[in-house]
């Protein structure tokens, strides 16, 4: 064995080391069709105040994401649909009325005056939180930034004994009258609220109102049993296609094979390895594309073995065979992949959701194949080709 040949050999165990524990150490985020949970979309409404725009879009993206890390949820994914609308994700959710409730209300809070006339907006708020008062009703404590503190004390002094009325998307939620000047900016928003209510309207408040209000115009709901079943059905199928694999492999190419097989297993833990530690979410979708690497990963160790056999038959050594061999595949086999990373571009910039996922999982297990057809599966040949059995026995090799 040569050193450079040694120093790729540790190389390759370092980073099967290091995959096998990111592997074992890390969980993986499972997708709404295998987890369960809902997927609502939403349609942003333009008004005469209005215009749906491009940074609108994004900053109605922002809050809603604001209103569901706060609502605990874990792993939600948003993206844009189209040109008016938003797609949220919530795998694992247990309570979709009271999602769909979070998500979908605008929360424009407003203080006014006896005249209706708007003192201040929810925009001058730091923060909300639920509190109980001394009967053990729950209320809303708020807190304003320093300009709305100003403003608001301001307002109070001024209008001792009047009420200040509480509106949240245009309805009255709470009128109370001012008994002292408010000059610290604290204050509290009461409402025989229950406490869900309390909660919910102290996430809407520290999240901020929508900039554009939207309209809920799909709302499906995935049973987690069902993402299970397809699980198990993709589990089987991905089981019984690797020993298809394996199997066909060994009985064309024998020992070859079998080092084909060795790297394609590595090749599968590097790619679940690279998910978790990117903590990308495992759709359908993504197994999909996985599956369809390790093929393509598959195709390329049969390219080079067929040049290993045409270059063997023409009476050279299995060692100048393994060189001519990858040398006459490699560029079939970098074409080959790189139009397909260039087909899941494409998906990737002009697909939405799952068909990005797919993209992405693709073109991750693509490169990796590239890496562990050329470089594992040569390193090693290039160690057995070393040991005086297969010297002796070239037969063994499959070529």
């Not at 922002?62 to 008016?84: C, F, H, K, W």
Request: glycine fraction near 8%.
């Amino acid at each position: 064995m040569n050193i450079r040949s040694e120093y790729k050999t540790a190389f390759i165990v370092i980073v099967f080391a290091l995959s096998l524990w990111i592997l074992l150490t890390r969980p993986f985020r499972l997708g709404l069709d295998i987890k369960g949970g809902i997927r609502v979309t939403l349609q942003c409404q333009k008004t005469p105040t209005v215009e749906i725009t491009d940074d609108a879009i994004r900053r109605t993206i922002e809050v809603i994401r604001n209103r569901i890390d706060q609502m605990g949820v874990a792993e939600p994914s948003l993206y844009r649909e189209g040109t008016d609308k938003i797609v949220v994700e919530l795998p694992g959710i247990k309570d979709p009325e009271k999602a769909l409730d979070i998500i979908g209300q605008t929360a424009l809070l407003e203080f006014k005056d006896e005249n209706e006339k708007t003192i201040l907006t929810g925009s001058a708020l730091k923060t909300a939180k639920v509190e109980f008062d001394q009967l053990g009703q729950p209320q809303v404590r708020v807190e304003m930034n320093p300009e709305g503190a100003k403003i608001f004390a301001d307002f109070t002094s001024k209008n001792i004994g009047k009420p200040v009325i509480i509106v949240l998307d245009g309805r009255v939620i709470s009128s109370p009258i001012i008994k002292d000047a408010i000059t610290e900016g604290v204050g509290v928003i009461t409402g025989r609220f229950t406490i869900d209510e309390a909660q919910k309207l102290a996430i809407l408040l520290r999240a901020g109102a929508l900039p554009v209000p939207v309209k809920v115009i799909e709302n499906r709901t995935i049973d987690p049993t069902l993402g299970r079943d397809t699980m198990e059905a993709a589990y089987k199928a991905g089981v019984i296609g690797a020993i298809l694999i394996i199997l066909f492999m060994i009985v064309i190419f024998r020992f070859l094979g079998l080092t084909a097989d060795i790297a394609l297993g590595l090749y599968v833990i590097m790619v679940l390895a690279v998910f978790k530690l990117l903590d990308a979410t495992l759709t359908l979708p993504g197994i999909a594309g996985i599956i369809l690497s390790i093929g393509m990963a598959v195709d390329a160790n049969c390219l080079i073995f067929t040049r290993m056999r045409e270059e063997f038959s023409k009476k050279k050594t299995p060692m100048a065979s393994l060189d001519a061999g990858f040398r006459n595949a490699l560029r079939a086999i970098i074409d080959s992949n790189v139009t397909t990373i260039l087909a899941a571009l494409i998906l990737y910039i002009f697909g939405t959701g799952p068909v990005r996922g797919f993209a992405v999982t693709l073109t991750i297990g693509v490169s990796l194949s590239m890496f562990t057809a050329i470089t594992v599966t040569r390193t090693f040949l290039e160690n057995l080709l070393q040991l005086p059995l297969f010297k002796k026995h070239t037969k063994l090799l499959g070529l």
